[in-house]
């Protein structure tokens, strides 16, 4: 069966009525929100909604029948869940409520399906904690594998009264003739109509112990496990074996047994176990599911545990990674927290080779840039509430208050007593540039040789100063601007509307066309001139990080598992500001 390019895969077993019926109950605007597959074990509902998940995903299906995300219920749980939906749903979310909002704010309907429900860690709180909300909300679809008298039908309950069931039991929605043809084609019984795994024997087959599974792990010459051979499935089997009999915290001795696992099964096995590792597993959590290559899981969690767990960092980091983090701040490191970042700095004149970073309260700190130790703090002239700051050529800093409120930092570093005169010269062009503005400042830079400001507001334009005198005003994006970031040679801006534009500082006019665009807000960009041209990095609300350099042929894509505030790049480095701290990536 095909729709144009559109391939949908065949459906086995006889279940081409029941593949027919879910087709409509999506097509159909009109019907309940909730869609429940039911059946006795073995009847193929997990075969049903995975076959659903495969044909209604992707470009070419039509609107109507489209599957958001899928779901797969093996082994989750609320937070797994969680992070895997937001990441399919291009939203980075550490609670229902976050999802729900992001959802809300972005208004678009989506359909989720959910097969397997029945296999997760705990079905009815899966239900409770994730599943049942997303069913009360008027934007969201669900069609889930939940069997009648199961935990998770029943933790449904009445909430959701009006939920379609699609029984697989019911003769109806099985072609008797396609079955027995089927079952003779597996070697199956026919007689076990209307029953998949009945007929072919998969119903029911016990699960490995924990030293069965160990002992099917591959083996050096010396007899020490080879984790790089393993296979991911069997680890996470290992990993689930362990949480059931009470010994995964003894799987923590080898961190990477945690990265080359199922990231789903380990995110389970975590809930049995304390201290810093599994503390760095659930932080990093929405970039660690749902991540394919294990040497990237090793980077972000590593990055997790830096000042944390040091031994396990340092196992972690004698992966071969993309990249790896030089320095990171945590709450409760040993290296120090600045706190949250909400703006970073590369520091010049007085503040060379430091970060300035500013915390959403108004508290302005400097630490090292190349091993992120805490300097010390910067003397403002009041405390308020900060949304940005940046760093003139000569050291001059300039702040970006909550309010939009652009001003020059009186004393730079190195001058106490007064302002330079590039600090006045500086202080004359917001003046200038404010003059023009007419929304609100949402974001603050420095651009071109002379280091002149740069601004931009809440109506989607950007303001600079002419180097011959005067300003320019470009509208560039739809929506407000939410990022800023200047060099000697050029001007990056990121916007609301998920776009980033360039504006090269010997050009009188932007470039014509942004040079990327993502379906998220920008939260962040930077830039920096090196010997082969510039680096920029941009950050998206759903936890996207993008590096780009003149020397790479593609760029570079991270994710810490946090919402990146802050970037800024400096002598190989790209520093990433959060809310819970700062980690400095070396690529």
Request: overall charge negative; some cysteine.
């Amino acid at each position: 069966m095909s729709d144009g390019a559109r391939r949908i895969p065949p459906l086995r077993a006889g279940r081409k009525p029941a593949g027919r019926a879910l087709l409509g109950w999506l097509a159909d605007p009109r019907a309940p929100r909730l869609c429940r597959v039911t059946g006795s074990p073995g009847a193929g509902k997990t075969h049903l909604l995975t076959w659903l998940g495969e044909a209604c995903t992707g470009g070419q299906v039509p609107e109507g029948q489209r599957v958001d995300a899928v779901l797969a219920g093996e082994r989750l749980t609320v937070d797994s869940a969680l992070w895997l939906l937001g990441r399919r749903l291009g939203h980075l979310a550490h609670s229902t409520e976050e999802l729900l909002t992001a959802l809300a704010d972005e208004g678009r309907p989506v359909v989720v399906c959910v097969p397997d429900l029945g296999r997760a860690v705990h079905p009815s709180h899966l239900v409770a904690g994730l599943l049942r909300p997303l069913a009360e909300s008027e934007l969201v679809r669900l069609v889930v594998e939940a069997p009648d008298g199961g935990a998770a039908a029943a933790a449904f309950g009445a909430v959701v009264p009006e939920a379609a069931v699609l029984d697989l039991d019911r003769p109806e929605w099985t072609d008797p003739a396609r079955f027995a043809a089927w079952a003779a084609s597996v070697g199956g019984d026919p007689a076990a109509y209307p029953s998949p795994g009945a007929a072919d024997g998969s119903a029911g087959r016990p699960a490995e112990t924990a030293a069965e599974l160990i002992a099917r792990v591959p083996r050096h010459p010396d007899g020490r496990p080879d984790l790089a051979a393993a296979d991911a499935a069997l680890l996470g089997d290992l990993w689930t074996a362990a949480a059931k009999d009470g010994s995964a915290a003894g799987l923590l001795a080898d961190v990477q047994l945690l990265t080359r696992a199922e990231p789903v099964a380990v995110t389970a096995a975590m809930d049995f176990v304390n201290g810093p590792v599994p503390d760095g597993w659930t932080a990093a959590g929405p970039a660690l599911v749902g991540e394919d290559d294990p040497a990237v899981r090793a980077a972000v969690l590593r990055t997790r545990l830096i000042g944390m767990d040091d031994t396990a960092a340092d196992r972690l980091a004698e992966v071969p990674a993309p990249w790896r983090a030089e320095w990171a701040m945590w709450p409760g490191s040993s290296k120090g927290w600045p706190g949250p970042v909400a703006g970073l700095a590369v520091g010049t004149g007085g503040y060379d080779g430091q970060l300035l970073l500013a915390d959403p309260g108004g508290v302005v700190r400097t630490v090292d840039a190349g091993s992120g130790r805490p300097l010390a703090r910067v003397a403002l002239p009041d405390a308020r509430p900060l949304r940005g700051l940046t760093s003139a050529p000569d050291g001059t800093v300039l702040l970006l208050d909550a309010e939009g409120t652009a001003a020059v930092l009186p004393e730079p570093a190195g001058q106490p007593g007064g302002q330079t005169a590039g600090a006045a010269l500086a202080g004359q062009a917001l003046q200038a540039l404010q003059a023009v503005v007419r929304g609100e400042l949402s974001a603050l830079a420095t651009t071109g040789p002379q280091g002149l400001p740069a601004v931009a507001d809440d109506t989607g334009s950007v303001h600079r100063c002419r180097p011959e005198g005067g300003t320019v005003t470009e509208k560039l994006h739809d929506g407000p601007v939410t990022a800023l970031a200047g060099t000697a040679s050029l001007l990056v801006s990121g916007g609301f509307d998920g776009t980033v534009r360039r504006w090269d500082a010997a050009v009188p006019e932007p470039a014509a066309e942004p040079v990327d665009r993502r379906g998220s807000q920008v939260t962040a960009v930077a830039a920096a001139d090196t010997p082969a041209g510039p680096v920029t990095a941009v950050a998206w609300a759903d936890g996207v990080v993008r590096l780009r350099r003149p020397d790479a042929d593609a760029p570079l894509d991270l994710r810490l598992g946090s919402q990146v505030w802050a970037l800024a790049v400096t002598d190989g480095l790209l520093v990433a500001g959060t809310g819970e701290g700062v980690a400095a990536i070396r690529y």
